[in-house]
Structure formats: structure tokens, C-alpha cells
């Protein structure tokens, strides 16, 4: 039987998302999947759709912190404020990092992309090519890519004829892709 205390409970948990202590701890697994036993030696690209800006300041904190604990420096750059700059940016200094590999033996820096989302329409192709073809290659940085909407994602990285197809895994958390797919309130 269930109570109508219950339903209303579960009703305010789905307009507020869950408990702030729920959301650590999803970013905290996030964070242990992603840096890994093997990483930094091996840890292909990923990708996360946050369904708030608080999810995706836990996703970045517990990611850090856990990159940091492994002696993986961390970085993050936001590419939102002008996308095609900064993506440029990005890709520039892969062409310096790829000819410095054969040289160098350090450990690999982790590359957090906030809002790569930005780019998950046709109009943004044109920065995400140059990007694919030095970033595939790429074995200075490890690659999070990070975005809101989970429709840009998957354009940008499931579609066949996009420059990323496949380029990372989606390593979204269940919940999030419940409540993205579902129409449910996010976070």
C-alpha cells in the first residue's frame, strides 16, 4: 500500500533531485570509474551529461580529486564562453603535444571540457574536425568532455557522420540518463 506521504516525498525528491549527499556520492563513483587502476596509463575519452550545474561542479570536484590522488594533474577549461576559440586552443596545443611524445615519458595531463555540448549542432562542425584528427592520437592528455544536454551529446558522438562518432565513451550515470531520457525534472 502506498501512502500518500510517500508519493508526495518522491514527487518533491523528482523536482529537487536527490539529496546533495546522493550527488556526492554519484560523482564520487563517477570519479573512481573514470581514474581507475590502470589510468593514467590507460583510460580511453568519456563523456557525461550533468542534469545541473551542481552535478557538474561534484562530477569535476570528485574527478580531480580523484586524478590528483593518482598524480594525474587536472585542468579544466570551459569552453563555453567562445567555443570555437577555445576548442582551437585546445587543438593547438595538441600538435605541440604530439610532437613532444616521443620525447617525453611524464605523466599525462586530464583535460576536463566543461560545455562541449555547445558544439552539438550543425553549425559547429567546423572546430571538431581539426580536434578529432590530433586529440584520437593524443597521449599527453586524458579527455572528459562534459555537457547539459544529452540529445547535443549524442549528436556530437553518436552520429555516424558527426567528426566524433565514437571519439569517447559515455560513462553518464544511470539516474541522469533515466531522467534525461524520461523528461523528468534534472537536478
Do not use: N
Amino acid at each position: 500500500m502506498v501512502r500518500a506521504k510517500d508519493v508526495s516525498a518522491r514527487e518533491d525528491s523528482e523536482r529537487t533531485g536527490p539529496a546533495p549527499e546522493s550527488l556526492q556520492a554519484i560523482a564520487e563513483q563517477v570519479a573512481s570509474a573514470f581514474i581507475h587502476r590502470l589510468a593514467p596509463s590507460f583510460r580511453p575519452p568519456a563523456r557525461i551529461v550533468c542534469p545541473s550545474d551542481e552535478a557538474e561542479q561534484a562530477i569535476v570536484d570528485a574527478v580531480a580529486a580523484a586524478a590528483a590522488a593518482r598524480g594525474i594533474p587536472a585542468e579544466v577549461i570551459d569552453v563555453r564562453p567562445a567555443p570555437a576559440a577555445r576548442l582551437d586552443a585546445v587543438t593547438a596545443r595538441l600538435v605541440t603535444s604530439v610532437d613532444e611524445s616521443a620525447d617525453s615519458e611524464s605523466v599525462p595531463t586530464l583535460l576536463i571540457i566543461l560545455g562541449f555540448d555547445v558544439f552539438g549542432d550543425d553549425a559547429h562542425d567546423g572546430p571538431t574536425y581539426p580536434f578529432r584528427s590530433r586529440f584520437q592520437f593524443d597521449k599527453q592528455f586524458l579527455w572528459l568532455f562534459v555537457g547539459r544536454e544529452a540529445s547535443r551529446m549524442r549528436f556530437l558522438f553518436g552520429g555516424h557522420q558527426r567528426p566524433l562518432y565514437r571519439a569517447a565513451g559515455d560513462i553518464t550515470p544511470e539516474d541522469w540518463r533515466a531522467t534525461q531520457q524520461h523528461g523528468r525534472p534534472s537536478i
